[in-house]
T-cell receptor
Framework: GEDVEQSLFLSVREGDSSVINCTYT??????LYWYKQEPGAGLQLLTY?????DMKQDQRLTVLLNKKDKHLSLRIADTQTGDSAIYFC??????????FGTGTRLTVIP | DTGVSQNPRHKITKRGQNVTFRCDPI?????LYWYRQTLGQGPEFLTY????????KSRLLSDRFSAERPKGSFSTLEIQRTEQGDSAMYLC????????????FGDGTRLSIL
């Protein structure tokens, strides 16, 4: 079945790196995604990684994928106050729709 | 490219009333998805369309819910005889036809049932 788990909260100081972790269960997932949601808004696609990759870097964002352990992480370098939001990990689990975790609320302390 | 557009942004209604939401996907995106997000949770899949065909419905989509995409462009989601438990954010997303392209979301419609 599809079960995506994330820790609920993360606090970091401005300028530090943030690491948000996610575990998923379905090995048939071909893509894994990170979305950002600000209060009252929809989901903004941040980045995504194909399952045969180990790492993807995009400016301040680094995604690491450990397919053996079904573990995905998102690292945000030089975290800014504007990065405060809820971050969702999602997998496609071989289906047409996405399965989301409960989200990690990132708080950046000035 | 104006992104996925959803209307209204907020809807407040009394229990038992019918409500309808609209989603305009990114132009030329053939696939359109509806999700529901309750407070403190991630989005949950409701249904999706490939052009005008509704290809999949989740068990969350009770018989009070109906979605349409008559011309393969915009879509509507109607909830009949609303209940307290229908209070949620309803999100729409779209992708091109190619599988595994990332889904792009609109800002959602927040429904509050009094």
């Amino acid at each position: 079945g599809e079960d995506v788990e994330q820790s609920l909260f993360l606090s970091v100081r401005e300028g530090d790196s943030s690491v948000i972790n996610c575990t998923y269960t379905d090995s048939s997932s071909t893509y894994l995604y990170w979305y950002k949601q600000e209060p009252g808004a929809g989901l903004q696609l941040l980045t995504y990684i194909f399952s045969n990759m180990d790492m993807k870097q995009d400016q301040r964002l680094t995604v690491l994928l450990n397919k053996k352990d079904k573990h995905l992480s998102l690292r945000i370098a030089d975290t800014q106050t504007g990065d405060s939001a809820i971050y969702f990990c999602a997998e496609n689990a071989g289906a047409n729709n996405l399965f989301f975790g409960t989200g990690t609320r990132l708080t950046v302390i000035p | 490219d104006t992104g996925v557009s959803q209307n209204p942004r907020h809807k407040i209604t009394k229990r038992g009333q019918n409500v309808t939401f609209r989603c305009d996907p990114i132009s030329e995106h053939n696939r359109l998805y509806w999700y529901r997000q309750t407070l403190g949770q991630g989005p949950e899949f409701l249904t999706y369309f490939q052009n005008e065909a509704q290809l999949e419905k989740s068990r969350l989509l009770s018989d009070r819910f109906s979605a349409e995409r008559p011309k393969g462009s915009f879509s509507t989601l109607e909830i009949q005889r609303t209940e307290q438990g229908d209070s949620a954010m309803y999100l729409c997303a779209s992708t091109p036809t190619e599988s595994n392209q990332p889904q792009h979301f609109g800002d959602g419609t927040r429904l509050s049932i009094l």
